[in-house]
């Protein structure tokens, strides 16, 4: 961390008498802000962890899955065991998605598959960037309660949080009258 006044010193103290997860939440919201007005960023303390890995995944909505893969396996948060194997079958079955739809199902299929482990991706209010995390169960809950505080909300990315989801037929139909009718988004 960097002090950079009396008054950091203070937060700094403050910062390190906290529990672990709190001081977390607080390094997230942090970097969130810093990376929210960049010419501000000199009043925030480095968010990252001891250990050099980040906190949060800062995603951007025009990213490509495997820049969002490297982004999440990075995270200090990440849960080992979080399979990949699903991502061929993933990809097969949205491969005419347009960006957004595919990214925001892709992040729904990562969190379905870390909430079978017992982990929640979660998201803080985005705006134009998806900010994320993997936190307990218990976590989430106290992200949500700290959160309204700042002005700021969590949510748990599952199946069905950003994307509608229906049977294969159905979204297929869907697809063909889209193409017919000149909706298809082509990125």
Do not use: C
């Given at each position: 961390m960097r002090q950079t006044s009396h008054n950091a010193a203070y937060w700094h103290d403050y910062a390190r008498q906290q529990p672990d997860f709190e001081f977390s939440v607080r390094a997230i919201m942090a970097q969130r802000r810093a990376l929210l007005a960049p010419g501000a960023a000199e009043s925030f303390h480095d968010a990252e962890s001891p250990?050099?890995?980040a906190g949060m995944a800062v995603i951007s909505r025009a990213a490509d899955p495997r820049s969002v893969?490297?982004?999440l396996t990075s995270l200090s948060s990440y849960p080992?065991?979080?399979?990949?194997?699903?991502?061929?079958?993933?990809?097969?079955?949205?491969?005419?998605?347009?960006?957004?739809?595919?990214l925001q199902a892709f992040l729904e299929e990562i969190g379905e598959h870390a909430f079978a482990l017992g982990t929640v991706l979660a998201s803080?209010?985005?705006g134009q960037h998806y900010y994320l995390t993997f936190?307990?169960?218990?976590q989430l809950e106290q992200l949500s309660r700290l959160l309204p505080e700042h002005r700021m909300d969590v949510e748990s990315v599952r199946?069905?949080?950003w994307?509608?989801?229906?049977?294969?037929?159905?979204?297929?139909?869907?697809?063909?009258?889209?193409?017919?009718?000149?909706?298809l988004d082509p990125s």
């Open positions: 250990t050099g890995t893969r490297e982004q080992a065991a979080l399979p990949w194997d699903w991502v061929a079958a993933f990809d097969a079955e949205h491969a005419e998605d347009g960006r957004v739809g595919h803080l209010n985005s936190v307990t169960p218990a199946i069905g949080r994307t509608p989801r229906m049977n294969p037929e159905q979204s297929a139909a869907i697809r063909a009258w889209a193409r017919a009718n000149g909706q």
